[in-house]
T-cell receptor
Framework: NAGVTQTPKFQVLKTGQSMTLQCAQDMNHNSMYWYRQDPGMGLRLIYYSASEGTTDKGEVPNGYNVSRLNKREFSLRLESAAPSQTSVYFCASSEFGLAGGRETQYFGPGTRLLVL | RKEVEQDPGPFNVPEGATVAFNCTYS??????FFWYRQDCRKEPKLLMS???SGNEDGRFTAQLNRASQYISLLIRDSKLSDSATYLC????????????FGKGTTLSVSS
């Protein structure tokens, strides 16, 4: 099992450009998440999908959109990138979701994004 | 917003030392607690869940004090491979809420 995979690993964008970050999991998990991690800020939830066909905003959704393409895949789109979106983006998945108590979230390796 | 607070460190200790990390959380409705480990430029990985009665996994011991809203992680006999950032994580277990991550405590173990 590959677990959670993310593409690309690195990306440099110019302000105003758009891009989509891809995430896939092969653990048959129901829930998937997108986080960003900035120095001194910790991980913050951007969007999550509790199950196939549903998506909800997290703490910092502005400037992003998501698509739960199927049970395996959850993409994050930046329509018009801004320097404030320079960050490391992590996708994660879990079997039952945030109300599932003690279940583990499994993270992908991350995408490092620089917006100039 | 300081829902989960940790001492950022860094904690610099020699091999074999015992080190303890502390974490406080502000939401008294929080139900689940975890320690994640994050190596430099890598993704976070679950180290251990934290149970009310306290729990141990080898050299690692986690404690929870609900009254004080305080979580701790004790590492005994530190190894070089323990060098990492340790993230305190809290889940309120309410639908629509997220895992709340602390900013992490950095540990550096030297020989």
């Amino acid at each position: 099992n590959a677990g959670v995979t993310q593409t690309p690993k690195f990306q440099v964008l110019k302000t105003g450009q758009s891009m989509t970050l891809q995430c896939a999991q092969d653990m048959n998990h129901n829930s998937m998440y997108w986080y960003r991690q900035d120095p001194g800020m910790g991980l913050r939830l951007i969007y999550y999908s509790a199950s196939e066909g549903t998506t909800d905003k997290g703490e910092v959704p502005n400037g992003y959109n998501v698509s739960r393409l199927n049970k395996r895949e959850f993409s994050l789109r930046l329509e018009s990138a801004a320097p404030s979106q320079t960050s490391v983006y992590f996708c994660a998945s879990s079997e039952f979701g945030l109300a599932g108590g003690r279940e583990t979230q499994y993270f992908g390796p991350g995408t490092r994004l620089l917006v100039l | 917003r300081k829902e989960v607070e940790q001492d950022p460190g860094p904690f610099n200790v020699p091999e074999g030392a015992t080190v303890a990390f502390n974490c406080t959380y502000s939401n008294s409705a929080s139900q689940s607690f975890f320690w994640y480990r994050q190596d430099c430029r890598k993704e976070p990985k679950l180290l251990m869940s934290v149970y009310s009665s306290g729990n141990e996994d080898g050299r690692f011991t986690a404690q929870l004090n609900r009254a004080s809203q305080y979580i701790s992680l004790l590492i005994r006999d530190s190894k070089l491979s323990d060098s990492a950032t340790y993230l305190c994580v809290v889940n309120t277990n309410q639908a629509g809420t997220a895992l709340i991550f602390g900013k992490g405590t950095t540990l550096s173990v030297s020989s």
